[in-house]
């Protein structure tokens, strides 16, 4: 039977008002797309996509994590809507919809997801945003979702041969409580089991790592476990920003997309990742516009940066998530530097957790009692948010696609991510997705730290910009 893994349910226990759990996209697609047309073909696919069709059962007393049930009779009246913007539909219009859409807590009543139609864009387009939980799949996971509803070509596929699988109902009253009596039980030695495997990775764990004498003790913990020494890690303290700090329930958002053929210039000419290429550009955006904003703080800022622990063939439900910590090397006045600097953080960050998965969120999450965790969540967010907040902005990458795709016969032009931002992140969000030749970017800020995101997703134009004209041999 489906039930919420801990990490999973941290991910619903955090949310407030102001923290909220929401991952979106916006996808722009080609021509007028039409509702019924849409509603015809969730329908016939939905069956198919058991993340779409699970709501919460929740455990008496809070005991133990939630259920999912599936929902057989599932109202896509209520889960797809439409709105429609004023003349001229453009781009600044389209994002502040968005904005708003995304700062609603979805109903904990139903399954966790709702898609919006937008008509009227600039060019005859639409704006299709889905909104999903992050309780009910990860970064990858959600982009898996949106893929299981296009397809490679304009006409529709026909559904999967064979009928759907049917998830087991989730356990009675009883049993719920049972269960979760058995799991507080056992509480204290997964957290006495989560406190020995997490010692030799102490210096990995944000907040953790900054208490003096961490590295010293995961380095003595790697000695004495027999798995030797391991790349260290760059010392992290966050610095004061602007954005650093409590959110407000309110968002703004702005898009921009790349040609990713110009990261590839940059990637090839310096012998770097692409993804090395993207958070050097995030970092020469923020530091534009630290810049116009209280000025450029002179160490590097930190950056959260999730990271999938899927492994390639291999199935299962729900996060599959970890994070890192990685600077951004904004003091530094030289893009290329800047890019370098990137390079050699992460590098050292992907040798040290080739040693081993940083599983630390999974396996602390799994540590605490599922009747603490909400009040234990919110607390933390709340006390570090004010006083230590870990990171000073989110970023991520999302690989996807290199072909078009397609929604009901109409081309996908583009996929904007629509991601979180808390307390602990700070007041930005930067996530990239590529797809079909570009780089696709959604900036999601604070409304009250960051009031113009479109400033900020213009800094990240101009940074690539900077890289290229960095090397005059560069094609443009």
């Known amino acids: 039977m489906p039930q919420l893994t801990a990490l999973d349910a941290q991910f619903l226990q955090f949310e407030t008002a102001t923290n909220i759990a929401n991952i979106a996209g916006l996808g722009i697609v080609e021509g007028d797309l039409n509702r019924a047309d849409l509603l015809a073909l969730l329908a016939a696919r939905l069956p198919y996509v058991p993340a779409l069709r699970r709501r919460l059962a929740l455990v008496p007393l809070g005991l133990d994590h939630p259920y999912w049930a599936q929902e057989d009779d599932l109202d896509l009246d209520y889960h797809v809507r439409e709105i429609g913007l004023p003349s001229p539909g453009d781009d600044a219009q389209l994002a502040e919809q968005v904005s708003r859409l995304h700062s609603r807590r979805l109903d904990r009543g139903r399954p966790l997801w709702e898609i919006y139609l937008i008509h009227g864009l600039a060019g005859g387009h639409t704006g299709l945003y889905t909104k999903i939980h992050h309780a009910a799949v990860d970064g ?136 090395d290429v993207v958070m050097a550009v995030c970092a020469g955006a923020l530091r534009r516009w630290l810049a116009a904003h209280g000025g450029i703080p002179r160490q590097p800022l930190v950056a959260g940066v999730p990271f999938s622990l899927r492994v390639a063939g291999a199935e299962g439900t729900g996060n599959q998530v970890s994070f890192m910590t990685a600077p951004l090397a904004v003091h530094l006045d030289d893009p290329v530097a800047r890019l370098h600097q990137v390079c050699h953080a992460m590098r050292r960050i992907k040798e040290r957790f080739a040693l081993a998965p940083a599983a630390w969120l999974r396996e602390f999450s799994e540590s605490m009692p599922a009747a603490l965790m909400g009040l234990a969540s919110r607390s933390a967010f709340g006390v570090l948010g004010q006083t230590a907040p870990p990171v000073n902005v989110a970023v991520s990458n999302v690989p996807g696609p290199q072909l078009p795709l397609f929604v009901c016969g109409a081309r996908l032009l583009a996929h904007y991510p629509v991601s979180v931002i808390t307390d602990l992140s700070g007041g930005v969000n930067i996530t990239a997705f590529s797809y079909d030749g570009s780089l696709d970017i959604g900036v999601i800020t604070d409304r009250i730290m960051v009031p113009d995101a479109w400033e900020l997703a213009g800094y990240l134009r101009e940074a690539l910009d900077e890289l290229l004209n960095a090397e005059g041999n560069l094609p443009r």
């Open 140 to 275: 990858i996971g959600g982009a898996d979702v949106l893929a299981a509803l296009l397809d490679v070509g304009p006409v529709p596929a026909p559904p999967p041969a064979g009928p759907p699988e049917h998830d087991p109902p989730p356990p009675g009253t009883l049993e719920m409580l049972a269960r979760g009596l058995v799991r507080l039980a056992g509480n204290p030695a997964l957290a006495v089991r989560f406190a020995a495997r997490a010692m030799p990775h102490l210096d990995e764990i944000p907040v953790v790592s900054r208490i003096p004498g961490s590295g010293m003790v995961s380095g003595v913990a790697r000695r004495l476990s027999g798995s030797g020494p391991a790349p260290g890690l760059p010392s992290l303290p966050a610095p004061r920003t602007p954005f650093s700090g409590p959110v407000s329930g309110h968002r703004r958002f702005a898009f921009v997309s790349l040609p990713l053929e110009e990261l590839k210039q940059v990637r090839k000419a310096h012998e770097v990742t692409v993804n």
